[in-house]
């Protein structure tokens, strides 16, 4: 077995989280997936994020499972559409230590990911943490085979840039939403995109999250 | 619903309305009312003729009756008269010093109903026993008179006298007894997977001087083998510690199986053909009298070795050995409306439980079994997502098969298509929805059949066994 480069764990269904030096944390390595939002689904006790709540999330953005993943469609496997407010109460289901990330927090995970060398087999490189789940093996090999940029940095293989945008907290007040990850000629990924209504946030078909974990 | 005992099939019963409408049986209200809690055990008992079924069923009715003396609260009923009358018919001929009839071939066969209350930490356990007549193992054709108890019986005891086996003429070896029980299945059509066969070697005071050392030494000390003329403060000094008993019990099996390999004529063919059908062997050996009963005197106090071991073996789980190796999951959408109307899961459960399947249900959306108690029973008042995941995440599609049903667009059923479960997966859906899946069956209200339902699931089981 070769030396691990990046250090991984699980979140409570599976998916793996990246420890990034720059902010002394794990970090899910790829924004959040419909799979995911789907276990929160089922042992949530709250009401409202039922079938018609997650029906309207589909509204946004299709579901697609890793067998039908193409370089233009999977982005489908991440959940968008979602609210910022929807996405903190994953983060307090997902367990202690888990919040939204700052803007702050984001730059300095992109700042590290950017300039740190891409794995050559993610799945074998998280695989030595410990068995992978079937359907967390499938979306990691989909998005291997089928992300459409190249790759050139772990901050791609996390799709940080080449994807989704992710909903952060605009600062330590934590009051207020702004989203990270869009690219172009004139915008760098770590120029926080404002949204129309940042205290509430909106559903926006290309914005998801990730989540930070402190403990 | 409720399996009658008699004819085995199954009905709405309750204690007031315990008439069964397919055999016109009366069911005991005793029998209805401890069923819905913990299924009944089915046995059957088989071995070919004088290797002494019938006194080890009596010695077993014997050592039941005086459970009670080493278990505390332990008690026993018999559910109905014929039940009753046959134990004390026995009982009977077995105080004269008579042999007990042979069991013979009977067009409607009985079983006896035994209730074991307060024992093993089980409230009630009823046992449904039927005894195969010997000559059912001579002539195969007449398997088919007890077809419904053959394939309702979890437990198979197949009784052998090693010693009346040598002295047959006929050349017969314990092989053949297996073979004749799978031929049996066989014509009969049902699987004989995740079964529990029980070897019990009777009359081992005839043969005791060829066992091992350890297989004389544990039946030697029995703590248990004059329970019933056994007084009170004796008893109050071997208080029935089923798990030590049980333990000890496991190995001698285990030694017994040794020995069967090694010096039984056919032994090895035997447990290797049990096994290759899939079931699990356990093996045990009793001694019913003590002393043959050829020269016995009227009255004497009967010695009973080991008869105790038979019983435990069928009240433990799975008949104590490994579970089933396949288990079935019902995995219901919860909104499907057509099949959660009257009791449709119900019976789709019933029909693979005859199967011999280990079953549980869940909701579609939910990673927890949907009933404890097993048989579906009613929906849930949340309406969960059709999500088949959730669960499918939780189990080992090596060993596990899947009866999909709903009514809805499973969000993420696709997400199995070229995973281990892809042949696993069997999808029962209504006829105008649609839906693309390899295994799929389309249904209405009006077609509604569980057995046909259950038949086609099989077939993707047993291609794959």
Request: glycine share 6%; proline share 5%.
């Amino acid at each position: 077995m070769s030396v691990a480069m990046y250090h991984f764990r699980f979140d409570s269904t599976g998916f793996p989280l990246i420890y990034i030096p720059t902010v002394n944390a794990y970090v899910h390595f790829l924004p959040i997936t419909k799979i995911q939002i789907e276990y929160f689904m089922s042992a949530t006790t709250e009401a409202m994020f039922d079938e018609s709540w997650y029906t309207s999330l589909l509204s946004y953005s299709e579901r697609v499972s890793p067998a039908q993943v193409n370089k233009s469609n999977f982005t489908h496997l991440f959940v968008t559409g979602i609210l910022p407010r929807e996405a903190q109460r994953f983060a307090s289901w997902a367990g202690r230590g888990y919040s939204l990330l700052t803007s702050q927090e984001w730059r300095a995970i992109h700042d590290y990911a950017a300039s740190a060398p891409p794995m050559g087999d993610i799945v074998a490189e998280i695989s030595q943490v410990g068995a992978l789940k079937p359907r967390v093996r499938a979306v990691l090999e989909a998005l291997k085979k089928n992300t459409s940029n190249k790759i050139d940095s772990l901050a791609d293989q996390m799709h940080l840039t080449n994807g989704i945008l992710d909903f952060v907290y605009e600062d330590e007040q934590q009051n207020a939403f702004v989203g990270h990850g869009y690219r172009s000629i004139v915008i760098s990924p770590t120029d926080p995109q404002r949204l129309a209504n940042s205290r509430e946030g909106a559903r926006i078909k290309n914005f998801g999250f990730r989540l930070i974990c402190k403990e | 619903m409720i399996i009658c005992p008699y004819c085995l099939s199954k009905h709405n019963l309750s204690p007031t309305n315990n008439v069964c409408p397919s055999c016109g049986e009366e069911v005991p209200p005793k029998y209805i009312q401890a069923t819905r809690k913990t299924p009944p055990v089915f046995i059957v008992t088989v071995g070919m003729t004088q290797h002494g079924k019938s006194t080890l069923l009596d010695s077993i009715a014997v050592t039941v009756e005086n459970l009670g003396k080493i278990s505390d609260g332990t008690f026993h009923s018999y559910l109905d008269a014929y039940t009753f009358d046959s134990v004390r018919g026995i009982r009977k001929q077995v105080l004269e010093g008579k042999v007990p009839d042979s069991t013979t071939k009977d067009a409607k066969p009985r079983p006896l109903l035994i209730g074991i209350h307060n024992f093993l930490g089980v409230e009630s356990n009823t046992l449904v026993i039927y005894d195969l007549a010997g000559e059912v193992f001579d002539d195969i054709q007449t398997v088919g008179l007890y077809a419904n108890a053959i394939i309702h019986a979890q437990t198979i005891w197949f009784l052998v006298s090693l010693a009346d086996l040598e002295e047959d003429k006929s050349g017969r070896s314990i092989f053949d007894l297996i073979e004749v029980y799978l031929a049996g299945m066989d014509q009969l059509g049902t699987p004989t997977r995740g079964r529990d066969v029980l070897i019990i070697y009777t009359k081992s005071d005839k043969i005791v001087h060829k066992l091992p050392s350890a297989i004389r030494g544990y039946m030697g000390k029995d703590p248990y083998r004059n329970l019933k003329d056994m007084k009170r403060n004796e008893a109050n000094l071997i208080p029935f510690d089923d798990y030590s008993y049980i333990q000890e019990m496991r190995a001698i099996s285990q030694e017994l199986k040794d020995y069967t390999m090694d010096d039984v004529e056919g032994g090895g063919a035997l447990i290797n053909r049990i096994k290759s059908s899939k079931m699990t062997i356990n093996f045990a050996i009793t001694s019913a009298t003590g002393s043959d009963v050829d020269n016995r005197q009227a009255g004497v106090i009967l010695t009973r070795f080991r008869v105790l071991d038979p019983l435990l073996w069928s009240l433990m789980p799975s008949g104590g050995g490994e579970p089933p190796a396949t288990q079935a999951i019902i995995l219901v959408d919860s909104t499907a409306k057509m099949f959660t109307t009257g009791d449709k899961l119900g019976m789709i459960y019933d029909e693979l439980s005859a199967q011999r399947m280990d079953i549980n249900t869940y909701y579609m959306g939910n990673m927890q079994p949907a009933f404890s108690a097993l048989r579906p029973d009613g929906v849930p008042k949340r309406k969960y997502s059709p999500l088949v995941g959730l669960a499918l995440d939780q189990l080992n599609p090596a060993t596990t098969y899947v009866m999909i049903i709903t009514e809805a667009n499973i969000h993420d059923l696709y997400d199995y298509i070229y995973s281990d479960w892809h042949e696993n997966l069997f999808v029962v859906t209504t006829a105008d929805f649609p839906l693309t899946w390899q295994h799929k069956l389309e249904v209405d209200d009006a077609s509604f059949d569980a057995r046909d339902i259950v038949e086609r699931f099989m077939t993707i089981v047993l291609r794959k066994d």
